[in-house]
C-alpha cells in the first residue's frame, strides 16, 4: 500500500492554458474525492466518485473543470482555460467503502500556479 | 456564514502543555465528525474521527462532539514540538460523501 499519488506536484502555467492532473487512489479503494485548497482555508469539496461514477459536483466546479475515473481506478482532473483565481492546491483522497466512510486517504497534493 | 467555523489561529504553547482546538457548525444534520492534521505543503491526514454525540480517545489525543451545542473539540495531552501543525476539523451528513471542512487552526508547539 503506497497511499494515494497525484501527478504532477507542481504546475505552473500562464492563463488561458488548459492543465490536467492525475490521482491515483489506494488499491481497492471505491470512492475518489477531489478538493481545492486555497492558502489558509481547509480543502473545499469539488466532486467525489464511487467507482466509475461521478455522483457529486460541486457548484464550485464550474464548467471549466471537468473530472472523470475511467475504469474506477485513476482519476484526472482537467482545469480548461485557466484563470489566476484557479491558482491553489488541488488534493485527491480515497476511501474504501466499507470499514468506515469516514476514513478518507489524502494524498500530496498538486500545486497549481497561474500566472 | 460558512457551515463550519474554526478559528485559524495561531496557537503557540510550550512542550508538554494541553491543547484545545475547537470547531462550531451550523447544519444540525451533521453526524460525522473528523479531524485532520496537515503538515506544511502536505495532504491532511487522519487523525480521529466520532459519530454523533461523545468522547473518543487515542493516545494523547481526545476528540469530543457536542451536538446540542454544534461544537466538536479535540484535545491534546503532552504536546509535543512535532504536534506542530494546521489542524482541521471535517464533518459531514449521514448518507451522504460530500465533506466539510474548518479553515484549520495553526499550533505551534514550543520546546
Known amino acids: 500500500d503506497t497511499g494515494v499519488s497525484q501527478d504532477p506536484r507542481h504546475k505552473i502555467t500562464k492563463r488561458g492554458q488548459n492543465v490536467t492532473f492525475r490521482c491515483d487512489p489506494i488499491s481497492e479503494h471505491n470512492r475518489l474525492y477531489w478538493y481545492r485548497q486555497t492558502l489558509g482555508q481547509g480543502p473545499e469539496f469539488l466532486t467525489y466518485f464511487q467507482n466509475e461514477a461521478q455522483l457529486e459536483k460541486s457548484r464550485l466546479l464550474s464548467d471549466r473543470f471537468s473530472a472523470e475515473r475511467p475504469k474506477g481506478s485513476f482519476s484526472t482532473l482537467e482545469i480548461q482555460r485557466t484563470e489566476q483565481g484557479d491558482s491553489a492546491m488541488y488534493l485527491c483522497a480515497s476511501s474504501p467503502t466499507s470499514g468506515g466512510t469516514d476514513t478518507q486517504y489524502f494524498g500530496p497534493g498538486t500545486r497549481l500556479t497561474v500566472l | 456564514q460558512k457551515e463550519v467555523e474554526q478559528d485559524p489561529g495561531p496557537l503557540s504553547v510550550p512542550e508538554g502543555a494541553i491543547v484545545s482546538l475547537n470547531c462550531t457548525y451550523s447544519?444540525?444534520?451533521?453526524?460525522?465528525f473528523m479531524w485532520y492534521r496537515q503538515y506544511s505543503r502536505k495532504g491532511p491526514e487522519l487523525l480521529m474521527y466520532?459519530?454523533?454525540?461523545g468522547n473518543k480517545e487515542d493516545g494523547r489525543f481526545t476528540a469530543q462532539v457536542d451536538k446540542s451545542s454544534k461544537y466538536i473539540s479535540l484535545f491534546i495531552r503532552d504536546s509535543q514540538p512535532s504536534d506542530s501543525a494546521t489542524y482541521l476539523c471535517?464533518?459531514?451528513?449521514?448518507?451522504?460523501?460530500?465533506?466539510?471542512f474548518g479553515s484549520g487552526t495553526k499550533l505551534n508547539v514550543k520546546p
Open positions: 471535517a464533518m459531514k451528513r449521514g448518507n451522504f460523501n460530500k465533506f466539510y
Open positions: 447544519n444540525s444534520a451533521f453526524q460525522y
Open positions: 466520532t459519530y454523533s454525540s
